[in-house]
C-alpha cells in the first residue's frame, strides 16, 4: 500500500473504531461483533507499524498501551481538586441545606449523586482531544497519568459534536463488582496477594509502569463535575448532560431535588439499593446546581461550601465461625475459608469468607467457635475483620495451620519471601491437576469454550485426561455416553451431566479450533507460574518459538524487557521437568502452536549490520515497537551498551549508566528525530 493510500485508511479505520467505541461503551448499542471489531483494530495496528508517521492521536491502538512509564511527573492543577465535607448523620445534612438557604434568597435546586468508591481523575481536552490525565494527589498537584488513562476503553480520545475549545472534566476511575471478583480469582490462583478491594486495586491499576498491563485491567470510569471558562450552560446538571453528547460516560443515577425530603429521598433509596449496583459506592453528594449560587457560597481552605457528602456506614454483622477449610488451587496454593453460621449482610446470605492465609489467621488471632465481626462495606468478598473475644469459649484452642495437603496427604511447603503454604506435589494432586486444564483451556487461553469445570472434572474421574495433552487425544466413542451426577451444595441443586452426540461434537470442535491459538496465549495456558498474559507475549515476541525458550539461560532470560529474576527461575524451572517438556511435546504432535506464525516483513536494510540500544521513553514507540522497528530496517536491538553498540538512541529520563557508558565508549548517542531521518 503506498503513503497515501495508508493515510486515508488510517483516518478511516480510526474514525470508524472510534465510533464503535462510542457505540459499545457511552450508548451500550454495538453495531457490529466482538471479532467484526477486532479485525479492523488488527488491520489499523499492522497499517500504523508499517506507516508509524501516520498514526493518530486518537487512534484506539493507543488503548492496549505498551508505553513504559518509570516516574509519573507532577502537575498543577489549573483548578484545585478539593475534597468534600464528609457527614455520616442525617442531621448535619438539613444543617447544611439550612446555612445555604440563609446565604442565598433566590430558590436553591440542589443535584444528588453517587459517590463513587474509586481513583478521581481529572482530564483536560483540547480542541476536542485528551491531552492530560492527572490523579487528585494532594488536591494542588497530582500525577500526569495520560498514557495509562488512554487504555481505559470509556474515556474518549477524541470528542464528537460542539464541544468548548479547553476545558476539564473530574470523575471517578473504578473497577467493577464482576470483574473484580475476577481478577481476585486469577491472582489467588497465580499464588499471588488478592486485592484488598475494588478501590485499591484501581489505584494500583492506574499507577503501573507498563501501560499494556494497565489496559488488561478492567478498569471503567464515570466523569461527573466540568469547568472551563466557555461551558455551555450556567448550571452543573445541563452542563453534565450535554457532556453526554460529546461522548463522555456521564451516570445515570443523578436527580434533581428541589427540598430536603427529596434529598433525603435519594440517600434513603440507594441506602437500601447500593448492593444492586455494579460498582461499589460509599455514600451519596449533593451539589447547589447553579453556578452563580455555587460562587456566592464560594469555598472554605479545604473544601467547597456548595456541596457536601453524606457516607453510609459500613455494614457489620456478628456471627459465628464454625469451621475453617482449606482449598488448593492450580498453583498448590493454600488457601484457608471461614465456614460461618449463615447470616444476611448488605443483601445477601453470607456463608463463606475467605481468610487469605497463615499470616491473616495470626494476626486476627481467630479460632473455630468464635464469634466473629464480617463486614461488606468497601469489600465485594466478605471479610473478617475481629473477633468478639468476650463470647469465646473458655476450652478454645489456638488454630494451628495445616502441614498436610487436604487433598493428596503431601507435606506443605512454604518458600522464602510468600506468604501462602503449597502443595509441592503438582503431578498427583488431584486439584491442582483438574486447575491447570481448567486454565489451560480458558476463554484468555485455549478459549475451549464447549468444555467447562464439571466437563473436565468428569474427563479426569473417568481416567481419560491427566493434563491438558490429553485433550487432544480423545476420541467420539470415548466421550459419547459418559454421565455424571454432581451432588446438591448450599448454592446447586443436584445435576446430572451426560454427553450426548452434540455434546461431544462440540467439544471436539472446540478443541480442534484451538490449535489456531497463538503461541504466546499457548505458553500462557501451559501454566508456568507467574507467566501471565503480557509476559507470555513478551517471552513469544523475543523468543519466537518454545525450542529457543526450553533451553534459554537465567542470564539470558533476565534481559528481556520485564521479565525479573522470580520470572526467570519459574521458567528455567517449569523447562526442566521431564514431564512438562512431555506434555509440549504431545501437544506439539497435535498441531497446538509453538511458535510465532506472523513474523513481520523488512521494511529495508538500512540499519543492516547496526547495533542499537534504545533507552528512555520515545514518543513514536513502545519498547517492544522500536526493537521490532529495528529488526525490520536490518539492525540489531540490544538491551546494553557495549563497545559493539553502534548507536544509544536516547529517549526522554533515559538512564544515567546507559549515557555514561556510552560516552566512556565513544559510542553516538541519537535522538529519536535523527533515528527516524536514518530509516526514512
Known amino acids: 500500500m503506498d503513503y497515501k493510500t495508508a493515510k486515508i485508511k488510517i483516518q478511516e479505520l480510526t474514525d470508524q473504531l472510534n465510533d464503535h467505541n462510542y457505540r459499545y461503551y457511552i450508548q451500550a448499542k454495538p453495531v457490529v461483533s466482538d471479532y467484526d471489531f477486532d479485525m479492523l483494530l488488527e488491520e489499523l495496528t499492522r497499517l500504523e507499524k508499517e506507516f508509524p508517521e501516520l498514526a493518530l492521536p486518537d487512534s484506539p491502538t493507543k488503548r492496549v498501551g505498551g508505553e513504559i512509564t518509570k516516574e509519573f511527573k507532577q502537575v498543577r492543577h489549573v483548578y484545585p481538586m478539593l475534597s468534600l465535607s464528609n457527614t455520616y448523620s442525617e442531621e448535619e445534612i438539613r444543617e447544611f441545606d439550612n446555612r445555604i438557604k440563609k446565604t442565598i434568597e433566590n430558590p436553591v435546586e440542589y443535584i444528588c449523586e453517587l459517590k463513587y468508591d474509586g481513583v478521581s481523575i481529572s482530564l483536560t481536552y483540547i480542541n476536542g482531544s485528551l491531552v492530560r490525565a492527572v490523579t487528585r494527589g494532594d488536591g494542588v498537584q497530582g500525577d500526569d497519568v495520560t498514557t495509562n488513562v488512554k487504555t481505559i476503553k470509556s474515556i474518549p480520545l477524541k470528542l464528537r ?104 429521598s435519594f440517600i434513603h433509596e440507594w441506602d437500601k439499593g447500593r448492593e444492586s449496583l455494579p460498582f461499589e459506592i460509599d455514600g451519596v453528594v449533593i451539589k447547589v446546581n447553579d453556578d452563580a449560587q455555587q460562587e456566592e457560597l464560594g469555598f472554605t481552605a479545604k473544601s467547597p461550601r456548595w456541596a457536601i457528602a453524606y457516607k453510609f456506614k459500613a455494614e457489620r454483622v456478628s456471627t459465628r465461625l464454625n469451621r475453617i477449610t482449606y482449598q488448593v488451587g492450580r498453583t498448590g496454593a493454600i488457601t484457608p475459608v471461614a465456614n460461618l453460621e449463615p447470616v444476611q449482610l448488605a443483601g445477601t446470605i453470607v456463608k463463606r469468607a475467605t481468610l487469605h492465609n497463615a499470616d491473616v ?73 483438574k486447575g491447570r486444564i481448567e486454565h489451560f483451556i480458558s476463554r484468555n487461553a485455549m478459549n475451549i469454550d464447549s468444555l467447562g469445570e464439571g466437563k473436565v472434572e468428569m474427563l479426569f474421574d473417568n481416567g481419560l485426561i491427566k493434563d491438558p495433552s490429553d485433550l487432544y487425544y480423545l476420541s467420539f466413542d470415548q466421550l459419547l455416553g459418559l454421565e455424571k451426577v454432581f451432588e446438591a451444595t448450599d448454592e446447586k441443586k443436584e445435576k446430572k451431566l451426560s454427553f450426548k452426540e452434540k455434546t461431544v461434537t462440540n467439544i471436539l470442535n472446540g478443541i480442534e479450533a484451538s490449535k489456531e491459538i497463538p503461541f504466546d496465549r499457548v505458553l500462557y495456558a501451559v501454566g508456568i ?11 513469544a515476541v523475543h523468543y519466537r518459538n518454545i525450542e529457543a525458550l526450553k533451553w534459554v539461560t537465567f542470564e539470558n532470560l533476565i534481559l528481556v524487557d520485564e521479565i525479573g529474576e522470580k520470572i526467570a527461575g519459574s521458567v528455567l524451572q517449569f523447562f526442566s521437568r521431564e514431564k512438562n517438556l512431555a506434555i509440549i511435546e504431545r501437544l506439539k504432535n497435535k498441531g497446538v502452536q509453538f511458535e510465532l506464525k506472523h513474523v513481520s516483513e523488512p521494511l529495508s536494510d538500512k540499519l543492516k549490520g547496526k547495533t542499537i540500544v534504545a533507552s528512555g521513553k520515545l514518543e513514536r514507540y513502545s519498547r517492544e515497537e522500536i ?14 551498551v557495549s563497545s559493539k553498540t553502534d548507536f544509544l538512541l536516547a529517549g526522554e529520563n533515559i538512564g544515567p549508566n546507559k549515557l555514561e557508558k556510552a560516552r566512556e565508549l565513544k559510542v553516538p548517542i541519537i535522538t529519536e528525530a535523527e533515528f527516524l531521518k536514518m530509516i526514512e
Not at 494500583?204 to 461551558?231: H, T, W
Not at 473478617?384 to 498436610?404: A, C, H, P, Q
Not at 526493537?627 to 546494553?640: D, L, N, P, W
Request: glycine share 8%; charged share 30%.
Open 161 to 264: 459534536g460542539d464541544y468548548p475549545e479547553e476545558f476539564e472534566i473530574r470523575g471517578e476511575i473504578f473497577i467493577p463488582k464482576s470483574e473484580f471478583l475476577k481478577l481476585n480469582a486469577e491472582r489467588v490462583e497465580n499464588g499471588e496477594e488478592p486485592f484488598a478491594n475494588p478501590r485499591n486495586s484501581a489505584a494500583g491499576s492506574i499507577k503501573m509502569q507498563d501501560s499494556a498491563e494497565v489496559a488488561k485491567r478492567p478498569l471503567d470510569c464515570l466523569l461527573y463535575f466540568l469547568l472551563g471558562n466557555d461551558l455551555p450552560f450556567s448550571n452543573h446538571y445541563d452542563n453534565l448532560m450535554k457532556a453526554k453528547e460529546w461522548g463522555f460516560s456521564v451516570p445515570i443515577y443523578i436527580a434533581k431535588c428541589r427540598n430536603i425530603e427529596d434529598i433525603m
Open 529 to 539: 507460574r507467574f507467566v501471565g498474559q503480557t509476559v507470555a507475549r513478551k517471552l
Open 627 to 640: 526493537k521490532e522497528v529495528i529488526e525490520r530496517h536490518g539492525g540489531k536491538a540490544a538491551s546494553s
Open 361 to 433: 489467621i495470626e494476626t486476627l488471632g481467630v479460632r473455630e467457635g468464635d464469634m466473629v465481626f464480617v463486614e461488606k462495606g468497601g469489600e465485594i468478598i466478605p471479610k473478617i475483620i475481629g473477633v468478639d473475644e468476650t463470647m469465646r469459649d473458655v476450652n478454645s484452642k489456638k488454630l494451628k495451620f495445616i502441614e498436610i495437603c487436604p487433598e493428596c496427604r503431601t507435606k506443605l511447603v512454604r518458600n522464602e519471601g510468600e506468604a501462602a503454604w503449597y502443595c509441592p506435589n503438582e503431578e498427583g494432586c488431584p486439584p491442582q491437576i
